[in-house]
Nanobody
Framework: QVQLVESGGGLVQAGGSLRLSCAAS????????MGWFRQAPGKDRSFVAA????????LYADSVKGRFTISINNANNTAYLQMNSLKPEDTAVYYC????????????????WGQGTQVTVSS
């Protein structure tokens, strides 16, 4: 079992930055893929970014490419999502996810999900 706890959300003005953290516990994440999804009010949950811990380039949704960066610190079992140049349309609850199979992350079929953290971007 893996427990995921997100933090770092909040209110920010358009053009600002936030860094979300996802602390994993219960099992080392060194063999897992990690990812982020988001869900805006009235919309379905959508893919944001994913990273495989066995190599390869991170994957990003087109809407965040060039603005968001996903990373992982294996030393403290924490994944991050650095969000720059934020836009009002980035407003959503952001969820961290983990799975041993990268494609499960991308297709929203991951085994483990956090409870989410709210990000609100004002115009």
């Amino acid at each position: 079992q893996v427990q995921l706890v997100e933090s770092g959300g909040g209110l920010v003005q358009a053009g600002g930055s936030l860094r979300l953290s996802c602390a994993a516990s219960g099992r080392t994440i060194s063999t897992y893929a990690m990812g982020w999804f988001r869900q805006a009010p009235g919309k379905d949950r959508s893919f944001v970014a994913a990273i495989s811990l066995i190599g390869g380039e991170p994957l990003y949704a087109d809407s965040v490419k060039g603005r968001f960066t996903i990373s992982i610190n294996n030393a403290n079992n924490t994944a991050y999502l650095q969000m720059n140049s934020l836009k009002p349309e980035d407003t959503a609850v952001y969820y961290c996810t983990a799975d041993q199979i990268f494609l499960h992350i991308v297709s929203a079929r991951a085994d483990y999900w956090g409870q989410g953290t709210q990000v609100t971007v004002s115009s």
